[in-house]
């Protein structure tokens, strides 16, 4: 039986979260988050998969509300460090 489940082993690798925001900044895109949330008159932003926690954080020094959900441990520790 071929069991075809991914594998995201190397994204729990503490080097690749450790380098991840250098690989992929944010790019500006962060600005549509930031007006998206303004328009909808949102206060609180759960970010399922924040990752390293880079647009969670933008969102936040916008004085939005943010709970940032990370299950992989390396980057959990990101971004508390971060926050």
């Known amino acids: 039986m071929n069991?075809?489940?991914?594998n995201y082993a190397e994204f729990n690798d503490p080097?690749?979260?450790a380098i991840y925001n250098t690989v992929c900044p944010l790019d500006g895109y962060?600005?549509?988050y930031i007006e998206l949330a303004k328009n909808l008159s949102v206060h609180i932003i759960i970010d399922i998969g924040?990752?390293?926690?880079l647009l969670t954080c933008?969102?936040?020094k916008e004085g939005f509300h943010m709970i940032g959900i990370a299950l992989n441990p390396s980057t959990k520790r990101y971004v508390?460090?971060?926050m």
């Open 3 to 6: 069991n075809n489940k991914p």
């Open 15 to 17: 080097r690749l979260v």
């Open 30 to 32: 962060e600005k549509f």
């Open 50 to 53: 924040c990752g390293t926690g």
């Open 58 to 60: 933008e969102l936040a």
């Open 80 to 82: 508390q460090k971060a």
